[in-house]
T-cell receptor
Framework: NAGVTQTPKFQVLKTGQSMTLQCAQD?????MYWYRQDPGMGLRLIYY???????DKGEVPNGYNVSRLNKREFSLRLESAAPSQTSVYFC????????????FGDGTRLSIL | AQSVTQLDSHVSVSEGTPVLLRCNYSSSYSPSLFWYVQHPNKGLQLLLK??????LVKGINGFEAEFKKSETSFHLTKPSAHMSDAAEYFC??????????????FGPGTSLSVIP
């Protein structure tokens, strides 16, 4: 009964380092999303993937790249981390045709020094 | 343009008393509206959603919300608070416009505390 699984749960980086956040879902959902959550700002969409093989920018895509590796997996990459990217990152998925995330992972807490 | 306002950043209630979390929205289109709950160190969980069917929507854990178009509101209520309801609650507006991502707007959240 895993749902959406994110790894790692916590990470500390130095400015300029790169890393990839992993996300996998086992519900056969077509749509997947990456959000960041900052205090007092709700969630903001970074990138989304409506289906395997497609990705599109969200509200705050700068500094990030994504890969929809297959139907299950959707990764988020920070090429050169900046302190402004310190946040909690959530991956989510939804059924086809419903453009709202219904299932969320538990988040990755990322600190950039 | 779409927007969501959650009128209270923090609400505190006593266990067993009613809960009211307020949400107002602005949308140029017919919106879908949602409430999500987030417990500490967890992802968001969908509580309920309104998608132009019945205006009174029942969700999980005894929560319900009423869509009032004239007031552009979608307030979340529960008759009797339980300790396990203490969490952050997000109101969300969504408009499905194909190829347009930015029609899903999260409110800033309301933190609910439940006093024993």
């Amino acid at each position: 009964n895993a749902g959406v699984t994110q790894t790692p749960k916590f990470q500390v980086l130095k400015t300029g380092q790169s890393m990839t956040l992993q996300c996998a879902q086992d519900m056969n959902h077509n749509s997947m999303y990456w959000y960041r959550q900052d205090p007092g700002m709700g969630l903001r969409l970074i990138y989304y993937s409506a289906s395997e093989g497609t990705t599109d920018k969200g509200e705050v895509p700068n500094g990030y790249n994504v890969s929809r590796l297959n139907k299950r997996e959707f990764s988020l990459r920070l090429e050169s981390a900046a302190p402004s990217q310190t946040s909690v990152y959530f991956c989510a998925s939804s059924e086809e045709g419903q453009f709202q995330p219904q299932h969320f992972g538990d988040g990755t807490r990322l600190s950039i020094l | 343009a779409q927007s969501v306002t959650q009128l209270d950043s923090h609400v505190s209630v006593s266990e067993g008393t009613p809960v009211l979390l307020r949400c107002n929205y602005s949308s140029s289109y017919s919106p879908s509206l949602f409430w999500y709950v987030q417990h500490p160190n967890k992802g968001l969980q969908l509580l309920l959603k309104y998608t132009s069917a019945a205006t009174l929507v029942k969700g999980i854990n005894g929560f319900e919300a009423e869509f009032k178009k004239s007031e552009t509101s979608f307030h979340l209520t529960k008759p009797s608070a339980h300790m396990s309801d203490a969490a952050e609650y997000f109101c969300v507006v969504s408009v499905w416009i194909k190829t347009s991502y930015d029609k899903v707007i999260f409110g800033p959240g309301t933190s609910l505390s439940v006093i024993p």
